[in-house]
Structures are given as structure tokens and as C-alpha cells.
């Protein structure tokens, strides 16, 4: 899938923007890895990208998506540290860079690139990148630095707010949170909230 190139002055529907194409096979150049998508993620900045609503106009065209999961399909010169057929997870892969996640390939660089635990899905994958790495931001950047304090997530039930809790209480923190449902408690208890 592409999304062409946007007038940042409107805000455009997906169908007037997205479309679906053959495109060539990405190859990896020097420090990027081609991973064959098995999943890819849809973010809030995802779409307000494709709607024009950010600074960043794709150029030519662009194909969509930041966060996604798959298999380490070729690898550039000087990487080091993944081998072909190894399971991953992306984050922020259309950030400066052509190939999102939304199509069969996304050449992205490696550092981009996290090996994905056998236990942990696919879809799993594709719904950690800017949403937790945003979490793990919000925590300051190093998780362990909660360890031993409590620490209030507000939203526990949200995307951000749910690895904010799941970071905090494996960094070892007591996890205190806001819902607006009993629903909503219950999720955020079973990711590891203290009280809501
Ligand atoms: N998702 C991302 O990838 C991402 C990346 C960067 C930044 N952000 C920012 O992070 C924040 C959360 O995003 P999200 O994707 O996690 O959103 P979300 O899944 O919609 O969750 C938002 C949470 O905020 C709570 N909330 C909404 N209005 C509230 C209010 N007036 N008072 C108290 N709580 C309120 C909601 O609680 P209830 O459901 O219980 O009402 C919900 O749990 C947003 O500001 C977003 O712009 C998100």
C-alpha cells in the first residue's frame, strides 16, 4: 500500500490517499535490514501522516505504517547482530524512510530492527513500537529508574497507558492508575495496576 503525495493545507480521507500497488523489492543498502512483514501496526501518527496533518508531506510516494513484525528477509553490508529468517519487530520504520510497514517488505536500518521473542506473536509485535517506546519515554526513558517508587499512569486503559503500567511494574514499581469503567480497571489490573 502507498500513500501519494499529500496537500498539508487539507486533511484527505484514506481512500483519497492510499492506494494499492506493485512495487519493485526494496534492497538493502549499508546498515538496513529487508524484513518480510507478517504484521504491520496502525498508530495515531500513521494516519494523521496520511491525512496531511503533519509536518512531513511524503515525497513521491510512501509507504505507510511505522510499527509492524516479520522475518529478517536480506541483510545490508555492516550489519551485525541479526541473521536471514530471524523473527522481528519495527518501530518508527516510515519515519525518513520510504518503506513502512504496509506491504510485503520494509527496508528499514537495523537499529530499527528487535529480535522478537518465540513466545510472542506477530500481532504483539506490530503493537509495540511507538506505543511503548512513547511509554517507556513517559518513564523516563530507562524503566528501571521506577524500581521501588509508585508511580500514577493516567489512562492505564489507553495504548500508552498500558505499557506504562507493564514497563513500571516489571521495572519493579507500584502501579497506581486511572480508568473511567470497571471494564477499564480490570484491564489495566491485568496489566499490572496496583489500584485504580
Ligand atoms: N498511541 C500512540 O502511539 C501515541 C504516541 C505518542 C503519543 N501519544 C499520546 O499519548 C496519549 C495517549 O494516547 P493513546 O494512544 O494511549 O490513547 P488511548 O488509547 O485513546 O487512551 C487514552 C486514555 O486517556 C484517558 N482519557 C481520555 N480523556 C481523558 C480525560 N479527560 N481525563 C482523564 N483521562 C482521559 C482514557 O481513559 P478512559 O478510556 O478510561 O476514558 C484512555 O485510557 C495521547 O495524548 C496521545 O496523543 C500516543
Given at each position: 500500500m502507498v500513500c501519494e503525495s499529500s496537500d498539508l493545507s487539507e486533511d484527505r480521507a484514506a481512500r483519497d490517499v492510499l492506494e494499492l500497488v506493485e512495487l519493485d523489492v526494496p534492497e538493502p543498502q549499508a546498515g538496513e535490514v529487508r524484513v518480510a512483514i507478517s504484521a504491520s501496526g496502525v498508530n495515531p501518527t500513521d494516519w494523521k501522516a496520511r491525512a496531511g496533518l503533519t509536518?512531513?508531506?511524503?515525497?513521491?510516494?510512501?509507504?505507510?505504517?511505522?510499527?509492524g513484525a516479520g522475518r529478517v528477509d536480506a541483510i545490508g553490508p555492516g550489519v551485525t547482530g541479526l541473521a536471514v529468517g530471524q523473527r522481528v519487530w519495527l518501530y518508527l520504520a516510515a519515519a525518513d524512510n520510504t518503506y513502512g510497514t504496509a506491504a510485503e517488505f520494509a527496508v528499514v536500518p537495523a537499529d530499527k530492527v528487535v529480535p522478537l521473542p518465540d513466545n510472542a506473536s506477530d500481532e504483539l509485535g506490530a503493537c509495540l513500537g511507538v506505543p511503548a517506546l512513547t511509554a517507556a519515554y513517559c518513564?523516563?526513558?530507562?524503566?528501571?529508574?521506577?524500581?521501588g517508587r509508585t508511580v500514577l499512569v493516567a489512562g492505564g486503559a489507553g495504548a500508552v497507558g498500558h505499557y506504562a503500567i507493564e514497563l513500571a511494574k516489571h521495572a519493579g514499581a507500584q502501579v497506581v492508575t486511572t480508568v473511567s469503567s470497571a471494564e477499564k480497571g480490570e484491564l489495566a489490573r491485568a496489566a499490572g495496576a496496583t489500584s485504580c
Open positions: 509536518g512531513r508531506a511524503p515525497e513521491d510516494f510512501q509507504v505507510p505504517h511505522h510499527d518513564l523516563g526513558g530507562d524503566p528501571s529508574a521506577v524500581r
